[in-house]
């Protein structure tokens, strides 16, 4: 079965501070991975994937095989920042997604 | 982007009515539909895959006979929640995914969510 852990339900850093949003996966066959995050009163909307391998407003993400993570990764946070980040494993299944991991940035 | 939209974005309703909710794609075909609820700073549940022009597949525990799905083109799926309860208050969302072609990365566009309340 599939399956997306996210272990921390909020993570609170300062500006300027590294950021590492933590998403292990369950999944038998080839992964595909994504990370979607929600603003304050905005939709989900996709942040990056996997197969992609960009960086976007300064996050990235890898896929580990061996330790099945996709951990999300900035290495200077900011107060924009500030959001819901959902990691989910999908592709041409049915998307799997994490519980969600709050953000919070104080200035 | 693709653009998916979600109508009403909010809704009261009383205790037993009930209350359709429209999905669209705006500019490409969704084959495939998902309709999740949304807690407070909490994670999404997937409630359905609604499929296009067949039956709604409903994940484990969620009513089929409450929470109606028809997907009857491949823009527009409803979900309708059927002699609504105040424990039925929620955010409802919808995904959808590019319904082919090239474009069909696996990526998900979602609407922007239904907040229903029930009195």
């Known amino acids: 079965a599939q399956r997306v852990t996210q272990p921390e339900k909020l993570l609170s850093v300062f500006k300027g501070a590294p950021v590492e949003l933590k998403c292990n996966y369950s999944?038998?066959?080839?992964?595909?991975l994504f990370w979607y995050v929600q603003y304050s009163r905005q939709r989900l909307q996709l942040l990056l994937r996997h197969i992609s391998r960009e960086s976007i407003k300064g996050f990235t993400a890898d896929l580990n095989k061996g330790e099945t993570s996709f951990h999300l990764k900035k290495p200077f946070a900011q107060e924009e920042d500030s959001a819901m980040y959902y990691c989910a494993l999908g592709g041409s299944y049915i998307p799997t997604f994490g519980r969600g991991t709050s953000l919070i940035v104080h200035p | 982007g693709a653009v998916v939209s979600q109508h009403p974005s909010w809704v009261i309703c009383k205790s037993g009515t009930s209350v359709k909710i429209e999905c669209r794609s705006l500019d490409f075909q969704a084959t495939t539909m998902f309709w999740y609820r949304q807690f407070p700073k909490q994670s999404l549940m997937l409630m359905a895959t609604s499929n296009e022009g067949s039956k709604a597949t409903y994940e484990q525990g969620v009513e089929k006979d409450k929470f109606l799905i028809n997907h009857a083109s491949l823009t527009l799926s409803t979900l309708t929640v059927t002699s609504a309860h105040p424990e039925d208050s929620s955010f409802y969302i919808c995904?959808?995914?590019?319904?082919?072609?090239?474009?069909?990365?696996?990526?998900?566009?979602f609407g922007e969510g239904s907040r229903l309340t029930v009195l």
């Open positions: 999944y038998s066959g080839s992964p595909e």
């Open positions: 995904s959808a995914r590019d319904g082919g072609g090239v474009t069909n990365t696996g990526e998900l566009f």
